[in-house]
């Protein structure tokens, strides 16, 4: 039955995107235009490809969801946010290299992966990039999409957002300008400023990989949209919220061994990169603790900058999330 019950809610999805409503009465004022669902994927009865057509991006934006064993019940959401690269372009690397699919399998939520969202920071650009296109993702996640997957796909409005590396410093800005939208936001191996000269370095750095140009985000050095993107000067914004930050020392741990791919580019690269974010994980700790913005901090005495050190934090750290989302 369950295989029947996620079929039903594929299929419920479908004949709300085929049906036609009533007409609305006349409105002396123009409503956004919302996202809607252009088709749907299924690659198993409970991983769905959907196909977001979205006014914000322009485009038709891939998300993908993972729905729970039982969809009777309204349950929380969990987004799953990844890092600057991606293994493959049609999947977020949560399912292609975090164990997302089997984690989450007992666990009553939704969880919704982003796609295609190397290099963006998942924020509003400024400006269309020139190689990177439109990026609006901010309004796409915030707006557009929990309260189109949360009608289809029965969500409770309750929501957390996880990010590791980009895609962590990412969380923690989305949580910070969003007000009531996320009630827990975990982040792994992140960086958190914006706005001083090594953080925006860091950022343009990043865009660049991906032949970004950073001026389209947020403007030039002096723009003021980087401070108002910086997660440590906008940390207040965390107060009421389940936060959860980890890092490790860089060192090489148990998952380095001679069956670890690329090993020695993981000791070396991955050893030094994971440092680095040990510090900023360590300066954004003292600055909640200054504030006295409870949050829980997690250095591991190894770990390189590498995947199975982030699926083993989201293993740590999901009974604080689940307890925070009433799971």
């Known amino acids: 039955m369950i295989g029947a019950r996620a079929t039903a809610r594929v299929a419920a999805a479908i004949a709300l995107m085929t049906c036609g409503t009533a007409p609305a009465a006349a409105s002396p004022t123009v409503d956004p235009i919302p996202a809607r669902i252009d088709h749907i994927s299924a690659v198993t009865p409970r991983w769905l490809q959907v196909f977001v057509d979205s006014p914000a991006m322009h485009r038709v934006v891939q998300i993908d969801l993972l729905l729970p064993k039982d969809t009777v019940a309204p349950r929380p959401t969990v987004y799953l946010l990844e890092g600057v690269d991606s293994l493959r372009p049609d999947q977020n690397d949560w399912t292609a290299q975090g164990g997302a699919v089997p984690f989450f399998d007992d666990k009553d939520v939704n969880v919704v992966l982003p796609v295609g969202g190397d290099g963006s920071y998942y924020t509003d650009w400024q400006s269309d990039d020139p190689v990177l296109g439109r990026q609006k993702w901010e309004t796409m996640l915030t707006k557009e999409i929990p309260p189109l997957f949360d009608r289809t796909f029965g969500g409770s409005g309750t929501n957390a957002v996880i990010g590791l590396s980009m895609g962590g410093q990412s969380a923690v800005m989305l949580a910070e300008r969003t007000g009531p939208l996320y009630r827990a936001v975990a982040a792994y191996s992140g960086c958190y400023r914006t706005s001083d000269p090594?953080?925006?370095?860091?950022?343009?750095?990043?865009?660049?990989?991906?032949?970004?140009?950073?001026?389209?985000?947020?403007?030039?050095?002096?723009?003021?949209?980087?401070?108002?993107?910086?997660?440590?000067?906008?940390?207040?914004?965390?107060?009421?919220?389940?936060?959860?930050?980890?890092?490790?020392?860089?060192?090489?741990?148990?998952?380095?061994?001679?069956?670890?791919?690329?090993?020695?580019?993981?000791?070396?690269?991955?050893?030094a990169l994971e440092a680095a974010v040990n510090e900023c994980t360590t300066e954004f700790a003292d600055r909640l603790h200054r504030l006295h913005i409870a949050a829980t901090v997690v250095h591991t005495a190894t770990g390189t900058h590498s995947w199975p050190y982030w699926t083993d934090q989201l293993e740590a750290s999901w009974p604080s999330l689940a307890a925070a989302l009433g799971v």
Do not use: C
């Open 198 to 271: 090594v953080g925006q370095a860091e950022m343009r750095f990043v865009v660049g990989t991906h032949g970004g140009t950073a001026d389209n985000m947020w403007g030039r050095i002096d723009d003021p949209d980087w401070v108002a993107h910086d997660v440590a000067t906008h940390a207040p914004a965390l107060r009421g919220k389940l936060v959860y930050l980890s890092s490790g020392s860089g060192l090489p741990g148990p998952h380095e061994n001679s069956a670890t791919p690329d090993l020695a580019n993981t000791v070396v690269s991955g050893g």
